[in-house]
């Protein structure tokens, strides 16, 4: 039996015994379906998500997307299909030289506090994101805000700079709230100026939003949720299938056609990010082994990632080598690393590593079929003597990791990561979170790469740019300066009477306005 096979196999029983596990409370479930829940209950949603601050400006915004994205405003926004519209912000301009942003906020919104919206919320938002380290995912070069009336202000970059809107811009706390109940209360109890508001929070394990009666949109029609963490795959699809919730997020993905046989299913595929080997090497070849690129070209080689889709994960996600198509910049021309062990194996020998290497694998455990890829990875970098032990983080954990290893240049690491690269609205700024060695979570050292990359970054014209996005995806490629596994899917299951429609991010959502629901009237 071939040895990709063989890996495979050995996942069998323990994939069909999680497949049994949701099938049997599957039937508990379908049993007990005329057993609705009283009509005054919240909707019940199970997520991965661990939140301890539900501050989006002190924590990575990924790690509390579901609830956060309900409770807070970002300055724009996107439509399900990815259309750029305005939210906080109504109108915006360039300068002529592009280092100047004049935005125009919307007037009367007023945070849950009851305080009004004002552009030294904007200013108090983007300081707190600077001093809490996650403002280069936004906007690099911005320099300094210029306010000039409580709805006009101006942001002002060393050089033009694209990122910022793309990126949707930054969710928005209020100064007001913050400078009249201090530090603690502003975490402890956030308020934002969404359609919903936090009504209960348990840190690590549930937070209970309700309505927003101050919201300046839509008023929303589900009044009352709850979102329930529940990390462990098998405990979240049960929490749906003996009624405990009526909605779940990251099904997994050996469970959906079990799922389907007695609930509804929305896949959002690719997602808006990708999980992919990154690897860390400030040190040289003689301490680090991936430092050297014939040992990064022996793990791709080393892996067979179409076996991993295809039969562990149920071929639910895709797998582009780089981009996706319709990205801006999209190379056709890629193709996918070819699985060749024994090449791999000559290529360990060639760098002096004939019996390989021992190394850990951390890996972001926020996305269904992340623990499974990586339990893959150690057994078929194992075939070629590369001994790797995978290491979960959930997604606090994670971050404070990788910030910890940003700090330390003897920390380098071969490690797998959930990021922004395929599907994102803007290539440039996918490019720049994950290849650029300019933020905490881009390490890969190539100067002509991560020079095309700001460049990129600074370039208005979406021709212009996407040439060069063409350029950078070649060089990393050949330099393998990654190993793309996977590209995001997820798999939301919910009872029958609930309609849903997924918001395409760059991280995992569940937009309260796009659900429907007949189950809590």
């Known amino acids: 039996m071939p040895w990709s096979r063989r890996i495979l196999a050995l996942f069998g029983a323990s994939l069909l015994a999680l497949a049994a596990a949701g099938s049997a409370a599957a039937h508990v479930q379908i049993t007990a379906a005329t057993m609705t829940a009283a009509k005054t209950k919240p909707l019940v949603i199970a997520i991965n998500q661990i939140g301890e601050v539900y501050d989006p400006t002190s924590v990575l915004p990924s790690t509390i997307s579901v609830p956060a994205a309900n409770v807070f405003d970002w300055l724009w926004w996107r439509t399900p299909k990815g259309l750029l519209v305005p939210n906080l912000v109504t109108h915006w301009d360039f300068s002529s030289d592009g280092k100047q942003l004049i935005l125009a906020l919307r007037k009367n919104v007023k945070f849950s506090s009851g305080d009004p919206l004002t552009a030294d919320d904007v200013v108090f938002s983007w300081n707190r994101l600077k001093t809490n380290g996650f403002s280069d995912r936004i906007a690099r070069t911005l320099t300094s805000w210029d306010v000039t009336d409580p709805y006009h202000l101006v942001a002002h970059f060393a050089a033009p700079e694209i990122g910022m809107i793309p990126s949707l811009g930054f969710p928005i706390v209020s100064k007001t709230y913050h400078d009249r109940v201090g530090e603690a209360t502003f975490k402890a109890k956030p308020v934002g100026t969404g359609p919903y508001m936090f009504q209960t929070i348990v840190p690590d394990q549930s937070v209970t939003l309700v309505a927003n009666p101050r919201y300046w949109g839509q008023k929303p029609t589900i009044k009352q949720v709850t979102f329930q963490t529940v990390t462990d795959d098998t405990a979240r699809v049960a929490k749906l299938t003996t009624g405990a ?11 959906v056609a079990s799922v389907k046989k007695s609930f509804k299913t929305v896949t959002l595929a690719p997602s808006g990010s990708s999980v992919y080997i990154a690897f860390k090497y400030q040190r040289g070849k003689d301490q680090t082994p991936w430092a050297d690129p014939q040992v990064r070209q022996a793990v791709a080689l080393a892996i067979d990632r179409n076996a991993i889709v295809e039969k562990l994960l149920k071929g639910i996600p895709k797998s582009y080598p780089f981009l996706a198509p319709g990205d801006l910049g999209y190379d056709r021309s890629l193709q996918p690393y070819p699985y060749n062990p024994t090449q791999a194996k000559a290529l360990l020998a ?20 992340m623990s499974e890829t990586a339990s893959a990875v150690a057994l078929y970098l194992q075939q070629v003597g590369i001994k790797v032990t995978p290491k979960a983080l959930n997604g606090q954990d994670f971050v404070q990791w990788v910030f910890a290893a940003a700090r330390n240049p003897s920390m380098d690491y071969m490690a797998m990561f959930l990021g922004a690269i395929a599907g994102k609205a803007e290539p440039a700024t996918a490019l720049l979170n994950s290849f650029s060695a300019v933020t905490p979570f881009a390490w890969y050292k190539n100067p002509q790469a991560n020079g095309l990359i700001l460049q990129a970054n600074a370039t208005p014209n979406d021709a212009a740019r996407a040439a060069l996005i063409q350029q950078i995806q070649q060089i990393i490629y050949k330099d393998y300066g990654f190993v793309k596994m996977w590209d995001s899917a997820t798999v939301y299951g919910m009872k029958r009477c609930i309609s849903f429609t997924p918001q395409l991010g760059d991280f995992d959502m569940l937009l309260l306005r796009h659900v429907t629901s007949t189950c809590t009237k």
Do not use: H, K, T
């Not at 919730?245 to 469970?255: E, G, L, S, Y």
């Open 350 to 369: 060639a760098a002096g590593y004939p019996n390989g290497f021992s190394a850990e694998l951390p890996y972001l455990n926020a996305q269904a079929g």
């Open 245 to 255: 919730a009526d909605m779940v997020m990251q099904i997994p993905f050996q469970n």
